[in-house]
């Protein structure tokens, strides 16, 4: 039986023993002789009991500890208790253990668990397969010593791991891995990687489509473009054919703008590595989209630039060009005449702001996320009717991304809309004039 003894108990067996030790040397007259004697004996049996724990504790192979005797019983079995819970707990926790990496290895994804340096700290199966990681002889090894590319090394860095990271896979030629990160418990991370190579290559087959299909309808257009402006100089300015021939050269001239918008998009797509060492003279591109906005407003709007002279950028300038003349001729198109329009580029602590400003129609809120979707308009009739294509906010969307910007839109339903992006401050190059 497990038994623990308590101090009052211990105490009372200690003065027991000693009274016992004292009556006897009262009954030989040698007290203080045989209560020395007693208390030595008392000191050599907790000894000897010590010693025989010790021998438990250290060499012993069984698993029940010897029988104590007296007060060491109790610690004996409390020693032995401990021991029983301790093996209890490991084996639920090796069990939960057991569970946790049976469920990581069904993941259809690589799992891979690191520590807060990144070090490895376990991998399923598919990590092994699709990653090439060899176990366990990788475990401890930085992610990134294995996982080598300076890309892969600057996301860690950064630590923000809200957006996926693509990764050229490293064991396929043309594979490609979606990797995700997530923090979890105490400075833990779990690492997951997904084979995308499949959603890549029909994106790719999609890209290719559209592309295709917008240059093989580009001559067929022009050639009907053609006939039908000769057609249109042959007819009586009031016969009945002259309408629909008006009204077929109108639809001709959007097919042809839409073509021409899908196959800018295809090339701002493909063009996703764009030449970071070009430096973009940003005056000279204003003033040639003043030249635009000019011609786009034929007098019927109060414009107004501002042009932050010296702030140029580091970019793809045909790019640029699309996604800033995309926004004047859509604040151009959605206002009404006599509206006005600011136009600016400015330098700011953030970077250099691009914004358009426009007192048109705005846009309920509920579009907003939406409007650099493909074909996406609030009102496609007007949109039509305004010879829009539902393209340009989606063009500019890309150009941006190339830039490291992305598109801000305020606006307020009535009163007007801003279309703004800043270009990051390491992408600027300012001339000593302007610092
Ligand atoms: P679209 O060629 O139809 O103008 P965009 O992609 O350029 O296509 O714009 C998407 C939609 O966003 C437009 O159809 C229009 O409804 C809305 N929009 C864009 N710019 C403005 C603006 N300045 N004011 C109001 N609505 C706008």
Redesign the pocket.
């Known amino acids: 039986m497990l038994d623990s003894y308590s101090g009052s108990r211990l105490f009372l067996r200690l003065i027991f023993f000693l009274f016992f030790c004292f009556s006897l040397g009262l009954l030989f007259g040698r007290v203080i002789e045989i209560v020395m004697l007693g208390s030595i004996g008392l000191l050599f049996w907790h000894y000897h009991q010590i010693s025989r724990l010790n021998y438990w504790l250290w060499h012993d192979r069984r698993l029940t500890p010897p029988n104590g005797r007296g007060s060491w019983e109790g610690v004996f079995n409390g020693i032995y208790r401990l021991q029983g819970k301790n093996r209890k707990r490991i084996s639920q926790l090796a069990y939960i253990l057991g569970r946790f990496r049976q469920g990581a290895e069904a993941l259809p994804d690589a799992a891979v668990v690191l520590d807060s340096e990144y070090n490895i700290l376990w991998c399923n199966q598919l990590a092994r397969l699709l990653l090439g990681f060899v176990w366990p002889q990788d475990s401890g090894q930085r992610i990134d010593n294995l996982l080598r590319h300076p890309d892969f090394s600057l996301y860690l860095k950064k630590g923000e791991y809200a957006e996926p990271f693509e990764l050229a896979a490293p064991l396929s030629e043309n594979g490609v891995l979606e990797i995700r990160i997530m923090p979890y418990g105490t400075g833990q991370y779990l690492f997951i990687a997904r084979d995308i190579t499949h959603v890549r290559h029909l994106e790719g087959m999609r890209k290719d489509f559209v592309a295709n299909v917008s240059h093989e309808l580009k001559t067929p257009l022009t050639v009907l473009q053609g006939y039908l402006e000769m057609m249109q100089g042959m007819a009586e300015p009031d016969s009945p054919n002259m309408k629909a021939m008006v009204q077929m050269q109108q639809q001709t001239t959007r097919m042809k703008s839409m073509v021409e918008q899908l196959l800018v998009l295809s090339r701002i797509e493909d063009a996703s590595n764009i030449d970071l060492e070009q430096t973009i003279n940003m005056s000279a591109l204003f003033n040639l989209l003043v030249e635009e906005a000019k011609a786009l407003s034929q007098g019927q709007y109060q414009l107004h630039f501002f042009c932050e002279e010296k702030c140029d950028v580091h970019g793809d300038e045909v790019q640029l060009r699309s996604a800033c003349s995309?926004l004047i001729s859509?604040?151009i198109?959605?206002?009404p005449e006599g509206g006005v329009i600011e136009i600016s580029w400015k330098h700011t602590p953030a970077g250099g702001v691009f914004s358009v400003k426009?007192t048109?129609?705005?846009?309920a809120i509920q579009h907003l996320g939406r409007?650099t979707e493909r074909f996406?308009?609030?009102?496609s009739a007007?949109?039509r009717g305004?010879g829009?294509?539902?393209?340009?906010?989606?063009i500019t969307k890309h150009a941006l991304s190339h830039h490291q910007s992305e598109l801000n839109i305020v606006?307020e339903l009535g009163k007007g809309?801003t279309?703004s992006f800043v270009i990051p401050q390491h992408l600027l190059e300012m001339s000593p004039i302007a610092v």
């Open positions: 995309n859509n604040a198109r959605y206002t426009d048109g129609e705005g846009i409007l996406y308009r609030v009102d007007r949109s305004s829009g294509t539902g393209l340009g906010l989606a606006s809309s279309f």
